[in-house]
């Protein structure tokens, strides 16, 4: 067998195991159950107003997300892993798009995406309904667009303010924004 007929059945496997919890129940944390009750109480209360008025210590990016879910009917557990699932698969081929643009080999680049993949994290945490994957998915974007050529990569400015509704660590994109402006 050659190297990519077994790095693609390693991916089918991969994407097959992620797929199959598509059908499982939502799993909750503490912080997940944070999101999904602001989210809620803003669905049946005055909408985003309230949902920027009322005081939460976490960002309030995610919250608005599953608010547009809850307000347009479809807000589900299916849902929520499907677009996790979503936020997942954008991240990573992204990531596999900058690891290319700066240089690395196509091979070690999917390695790379692979071991994220892999990751007993990503596996467990993709059913919760936590911020994890859309910052993931933001902050890749992020990243894709700074390392584009020209003007463009000064649009990695939206993903990255974004990102930092979604988790304060967002504010680790604008570093490598202060040095694009400064050479």
């Known amino acids: ?12 496997l991969a994407a097959l195991l992620y ?3 598509v059908f499982t129940p ?19 209360g005055d909408g985003l107003v309230a949902l920027y008025r009322q005081h939460f210590l976490l960002p309030k990016g995610y919250p608005a997300i599953l608010f547009v879910l809850m307000k347009a009917g479809v807000f589900s557990s299916l849902v929520l892993v499907i677009s996790n699932l979503i936020f997942f698969s954008l991240g990573l081929l992204l990531n596999f798009q900058t690891l290319v ?15 994220t993949i892999l990751s007993f994290v990503a596996v467990k945490n993709i059913t ?3 911020s994890d994957f859309l910052f993931y998915a933001l902050s ?3 990243w894709w667009l700074m390392n584009l050529q020209g003007g463009v990569k ?21 570093v490598p924004l202060a040095f694009l402006a400064w050479s």
Not at 1 to 12: E, W
């Open 1 to 12: 067998m050659t190297r990519p007929y077994l790095f693609g059945l390693a991916l089918v």
């Open 19 to 21: 797929a199959a919890q």
């Open 26 to 44: 939502l799993r909750l944390t503490t912080d997940g159950i944070y999101y999904l009750s602001f989210a809620d109480a803003a669905a049946r």
């Open 101 to 115: 643009s700066l240089g690395f080999e196509r091979g070690y680049s999917a390695v790379l995406c692979m071991l």
């Open 128 to 130: 919760l309904p936590m």
């Open 140 to 142: 890749a974007t992020a």
């Open 154 to 174: 000064w649009l990695a400015i939206v993903p990255s303010l974004c990102a930092v509704e979604v988790r304060l660590a967002g504010l680790a994109l604008f």
